[in-house]
């Protein structure tokens, strides 16, 4: 019954005649030929199948074959795409052009790495006074790329913002002998090169490391920090031993395979090769769901629109290359098994460690909550094993800034175009302002433009902003757990008891065994490549393929979404996902069950040595002796330099303290910092900029209050125009992006008010005396009376010191000449006070007994010159004087430092002789 809604029927042919009719709309007809059967059928489709059911069915049946079709021919043009990439000698995935600057086969030490210069495309202007910016794929099963396989990826990214971009590539097959302290010493070559390209710039390179590059370019970092600029690390693990319970089951395959002996039989079956097919297929099992439906069936139900995406990621994803057994076997024992780079164990042939603490550049770690492959305990744990807090990272010099993604997987952090259009442009945008970045730990948050305050200063449309974190913030994503510490050093040391066993007994006859063909025949058969292979032109059932497939796009009749079948197909994927994810989900949950249970048994740990006292299970560096007085012989060279230097100091540190206690909170602090370096320091390098703000960073943390109390020693000796022209720049400087908060701008009048003490105090003129008895007795020419006429510039008078003559300062020594110069203030003012004001000389006497009092006191055993013997005696005081002794204190700018300065000559009161 359901025939009549066919559009085929063979009754169309009897009415095609009358449908090409010239009197009829044939724009109208091409938008109803969809519909349009023969004069009727409607009605009778609708008596026959009133509830629709049957043409539903009809349609959706029609759909699926057409898209099964279609999907098939994209299969078929995979495996064509697979066979051609597999057969290139420099075989990527770029979609850049590039040129070759250095090959790793060419070095000391050959290797199958190389450097290439990344062309932009036409339009992109590069600004070669910009830092250079590098990007380092991972080798890890796939081939090059990644990195800037679409316009909207790390090197797109790079290039928009006119950055001279760099690309660390590899090819299929290793050299021989190749190990991976030779390719960390290919990519320490290839960045020396890329600095000296650029001799107009003084910034190191930005380098970029994906997945297990990260681990790669940490290490060349740790041994020649000099060559890095900032470093990014994408998803890169670097504690292999962390991670959640519930999740991150990767960390369990060394254990359940019994350690590292099975990679070593897989290299002996490769003919000292191991296939990086192996390592992508354990990728692919972590999430069944996804391998075998989820992502195949995104395509079958999107055959329209998602060919040509699934096609250019397929190109990366099947591009399996080859990596040399030894370097696998290094990375299995010493990284993913031993845990021993973020433990500073790892020790180079030469004798060189390889020490994270080493790396001088900012770090900054991008990781994921919604990656399986490397978590964020295993992307941030590296900072738990080497440092005991903030305060040793901010010792070591050490800046660390780290960012959380909510959802994205593993790949999508360094694939996904919205990761990169966000998480990568900001980072990109901000890496001057993090190499600048005072040592310390950070967390990064990204905030939309729209949603944000002041939002018309923003450069971008999203703000990256950087807040200080403690080591009990960071525990709460690394979730460190003691007891699982010792259950993987079981593992470690049960893998180098089965790695010894299989060397001694079946590595020999294997190795006799396997030739090199009977290796290369066993790559080729493996389940992942011959998936592609089976399905492409060498195939001869696919030889209809493309032809079907043509004629069904020109054909093209889809369902509707509302189509009740359609739905139920929906549904039933969403119920076999969801049934594969919970096969998952108990596979993973009971091999980490397994995993505790066996590795946790105290006899096995016993049997291994882990109770004994020889050794302990794991390192902890920062928590060593020796880190510890590293520490503290550091604050104490700190200390010392809190009171060293000159206003360039002084303003550095005046700007840090305003700022929060550091340059930087976000993108708007950096236009502050910005406009300091251009207009306080405009001269001065980056790398000596750069020193000079974490030196002044770390006195304010070490100790607050001394150094800011130390401000007007360091702009002790500068003129008061040259100590407005300080402040004047600091105020341009807090106004390069909008008003300063409440609390920074109560801290900037703290420090006004510091730099206005530093500031030279000026002599008051010499006056005219009141009366021929000054002249004759030679009395000092400074009086009260202009203190007491001017209070608001007393107290700044009042410690300048009166002049005295010439041989009575040669006489004074120590602690008698202070004595004295407060005395002679004293009588001065009692010489020159007026009348009204006669009733201060009997403050002046007693400030002049006093005075002398504590010069005795200073210097017991020291003879007393003439004058300061003739300082301390009281003169009589009458009855006058006593009369308006309640009107001469009453004057608060007449202070007793300055009152003393001429009684210690001897001199009664001009008005009272």
Known sequence: MTFLANPLFPASAFTGAWLKQPWLNQSWLNKQSASTTMPGSEAVASLFDPYGFGRAAFSYWRDSMERSVLYLDVMRERGNQYLEHMEQTKPNVLGFDTEVLMDGRTLPRPTNYELLRVLPHEGTEIDLQKRPFVVVDPRAGHGPGIGGFKPDSELGVALKAGHPCYFIGFLPFPEPGQTVEDVVESEIAFLRHVIELHPETTEKPMVVGNCQAGWQIMMAAALEPEVFGPILIAGAPLSYWAGEHGKAPMRYTGGMSGGSWMTALASDIGDGLFDGAMLVQNFERLNPANTYWKKQYHLYDNIDTEAGRYLEFERWWGGHVVLGGEEIQYIVDNLFVGNRLSTAQLVTRDGRRIDLRNVRSPIVVFCSRGDDITPPPQALGWIRDLYENTDDIIANEQTIVY???????????????????????????????????????????????????????????????????????????????????????????????????????????????????????????????????????????????????????????????????????????????????????????????????????????????????????????????????????????????????????????????????????????????????????????????????????????????????????????????????????????????????????????????????????????????????????????????????????????????????????????????????????????????????????????????????????????????????????????????????????????AKPTAKSNSASEGNEPTGKR
């Open 403 to 893: 960012c959380q993604h909510d959802t994205t997987g593993h790949l999508g952090i360094f694939v996904s175009g919205s990761v990169s259009r966000k998480e990568h442009t900001e980072f990109t945008a901000n890496m001057d302002y993090i190499d600048v970045l005072p040592p310390g730990l950070y967390e990064t948050t990204i905030s939309s433009a729209e949603k944000g305050e002041d939002a018309e200063l923003y450069e971008r449309d999203y703000l990256l902003e950087f807040m200080p974190r403690d080591f009990e913030e960071l525990d709460q994503s690394v979730m460190h757990k003691p007891e699982d510490d010792r259950r993987f050093a079981t593992v470690a040391r049960i893998s180098e008891i089965n790695l010894g066993m299989y060397r001694l007994f079946l590595q020999p006859w294997l190795k006799a065994t396997i030739t090199p063909e009977a290796a290369r025949w066993i790559r080729r058969t493996h389940p992942i490549r011959l998936g592609y292979k089976l399905l492409s032109d060498r195939n001869p059932l696919s030889v209809p393929l493309p032809v079907m497939a043509d004629f069904v796009r020109k054909n093209r009749h889809r369902v509707e979404q509302d189509n009740l079948f359609k739905a139920l197909e929906t549904m039933g994927s969403d119920q076999l996902v969801a049934s594969l994810n919970a096969m998952r989900d108990l596979r993973d949950s009971s091999t980490e069950k397994m995993f505790m249970e066996i590795y946790g048994q105290p006899l096995l740990q016993a049997a291994v040595g882990l109770y004994g006292d020889a050794h302990v299970h794991r390192r902890r560096p920062g928590a060593e002796p020796e880190r510890r007085r590293f520490v503290e012989h550091r604050q104490e060279a700190l200390r010392e330099k809190i009171a060293q230097g000159s206003a360039h100091e002084a303003v550095m540190r005046s700007l840090i303290y305003v700022m929060g206690g550091a340059p930087a909170t976000d993108e708007r602090n950096f236009k502050r910092l910005r406009a300091s370096r251009a207009e306080l320091e405009p001269g001065i390098k980056l790398s000596d900029f750069k020193n000079l703000v974490r030196e002044q960073f770390f006195i304010l943390k070490l100790d607050r209050d001394q150094a800011l109390n130390s401000l007007p020693t360091l702009l002790k000796g500068s003129s008061g125009d040259e100590i407005d022209g300080y402040i004047s720049h600091l105020e341009h400087v807090f106004a390069a992006s909008g008003e300063l908060s409440e609390h920074a701008a109560e801290r900037f009048t703290q420090v006004k008010a510091l730099f206005d003490q530093a500031r030279p105090t000026k002599k008051a003129p010499p006056s005219k005396p009141k009366t021929p008895s000054i002249q004759k007795a030679d009395k000092p020419k400074t009086g009260a009376k202009a203190s007491i006429a001017k209070p608001n510039v007393a107290k700044a008078k009042a410690s300048t010191p009166a002049t005295v003559k010439a041989d009575t300062a040669a006489k004074l020594q120590g602690g008698i000449e202070k004595a004295k110069e407060s005395v002679d203030s004293a009588a001065a003012e009692a010489v020159n006070v007026e009348p009204k004001v006669g009733g201060s000389v009997s403050s002046a006497q007693e400030t002049t007994k006093q005075g002398a009092a504590q010069a005795e006191a200073v210097k017991p055993g020291v003879a007393q010159p003439k004058d300061a013997q003739l300082s301390s005696q009281k003169p009589p005081v009458r009855k006058e004087e006593k009369a308006t002794k309640a009107t001469a204190t009453g004057e608060k700018d």
